[in-house]
Structures are given as structure tokens and as C-alpha cells.
């Protein structure tokens, strides 16, 4: 159980485009969806927290209208890093945390985002 | 406030040794405690939880951490490593009111033959 799809799992694109994300809690609603960017060989840096019907919250430096964040429902999370730059390269990484708090969260396998 | 301290950012082991890796956390809140493995290219997968139940955790692929008040610590163990136990490892912590985690810097764990 607990399984969290998250895709495409690798995009190429040029600078410029703008590129969505996708998560998805397959076997559970998830009211809170969170999304990471992870720099090589670095931690996870929590960008924001997304809740559904609500608007994200962003965490401190992270441009909201760079990285538009939507909880559509329970169980889906999208994440469009909008007019991309190479410096938007990265790894980006959803989890998802069932109602309860302080439960664990469960991640995706993550997005390779590559901005030519 | 919270924060997640994992001493030693590489670990090398030879197959069949034992492994540790260092957390130690600060929490100004009873904490939760979490290890997750990341192997390359891929998500992070729960290895084992501390949920202010039984200190010493069970988890899965052989791996246990215990939980210690005292040192402020939650460090992971195994008996015996594998090759396919390569990876990097994050120790992460959450409490409060709030589903948010802290992570650490992470552990790479090599292991050689």
C-alpha cells in the first residue's frame, strides 16, 4: 500500500516552455501533497506544501509564480515550473501524507528535469 | 524548531560488517523519526519510523535504529551489509502540529566486496 506515482519520470525540454508535473496517491487520499527539489548529491529542500482545495504554501525563496503548485483532489498534485531555465534543472521529488499527522510520507520516484 | 544532524556524509563498509550511520536530531517538540533510503535516480522508500512507541525500531531489509532521549540520537544499524545496500541514506524528523520534515544532509553507505 501507500504508493505515490509521480510523472514523467525524465523531460528534456528548451528554456523557456513551461513543464508540468504530475503526483498521484494511488491507493490512499492524500489532504496534504508535499514537493522537493533535490541539487546533486544534496538533501531534499522542501519548496512547498500543497493541500488540496487550498492554496500551497511556499517555503522561504521559492517563487510561487515560478513553480505554480495545484490539489485539484485527494489524490492528485501538480507542479508546473513555468517559463523554465536551465538553472529550473533539477531533480524534483512528490510525497504524500496520508490524514494523520506525523505519519510518514511517501515519495514518488521522482522527475529529472533537464532545460537545454 | 527542528533540525537533523547525520554525521559523516560517506560511510564504506566491507560486505558482511556492520553498518552504522549517525542522527542525531533537535526537536524543541516530542519528535517523529524517519530513515529513508534513496537509491540513484529514484524517490525515497520509508525504511523504519520512531513514533514515541517501543525506542527500538524495526525496519525493513534487516534494519533497526534505536531512539535515545538522553543523546538525542536515532541511529541506524544492520548486522551485516549487502551490496544492494548501496545507497544514500536520510535521516528526517517531524513534530508538532505539522506534516512538514526535516532532513538531513544524508549518508552515501558504499560497500564493497
Known amino acids: 500500500g501507500a504508493v505515490v506515482s509521480q510523472h514523467p519520470s525524465r523531460v528534456i525540454c528548451k528554456s523557456g516552455t513551461s513543464v508540468k508535473i504530475e503526483c498521484r496517491s494511488l491507493?490512499?487520499?492524500?489532504?496534504?501533497m508535499f514537493w522537493y527539489r533535490q541539487f546533486p548529491k544534496k538533501s531534499l529542500m522542501l519548496m512547498a506544501t500543497?493541500?488540496?482545495?487550498?492554496?500551497?504554501?511556499?517555503e522561504q525563496g521559492v517563487e510561487k509564480d515560478k513553480f505554480l503548485i495545484n490539489h485539484a483532489s485527494l489524490t492528485l498534485s501538480t507542479l508546473t515550473v513555468t517559463s523554465a531555465h536551465p538553472e529550473d534543472s533539477s531533480f524534483y521529488i512528490c510525497s504524500a501524507a496520508d490524514n494523520t499527522i506525523n505519519q510518514p510520507q511517501h515519495f514518488g520516484d521522482g522527475t529529472r528535469l533537464s532545460i537545454l | 524548531a527542528q533540525s537533523v544532524t547525520q554525521l559523516g556524509s560517506h560511510v564504506s563498509v566491507s560486505e558482511g560488517a556492520l553498518v552504522l550511520l549517525r542522527c542525531n536530531y533537535s526537536?524543541?517538540?516530542?519528535?517523529?523519526l524517519f530513515w529513508y533510503v534513496q537509491y540513484p535516480n529514484q524517490g525515497l522508500q520509508l525504511l523504519l519510523k520512531?513514533?514515541?512507541?517501543?525506542?527500538l525500531v524495526k525496519g525493513i531489509n534487516g534494519f533497526e535504529a534505536e531512539f535515545k532521549k538522553s543523546e538525542t540520537s536515532f541511529h541506524l544499524t544492520k548486522p551485516s551489509a549487502h551490496m544492494s545496500d548501496a545507497a544514500e541514506y536520510f535521516c528526517a524528523v517531524s513534530g508538532g502540529n505539522t506534516d512538514k520534515l526535516i532532513f538531513g544532509t544524508g549518508t552515501r553507505l558504499q560497500v564493497f566486496p
Open positions: 491507493d490512499f487520499q492524500a489532504t496534504t
Open positions: 526537536s524543541s517538540v516530542p519528535p517523529y
Open positions: 500543497s493541500n488540496e482545495g487550498s492554496k500551497a504554501t511556499y
Open positions: 520512531y513514533t514515541s512507541a517501543a525506542t
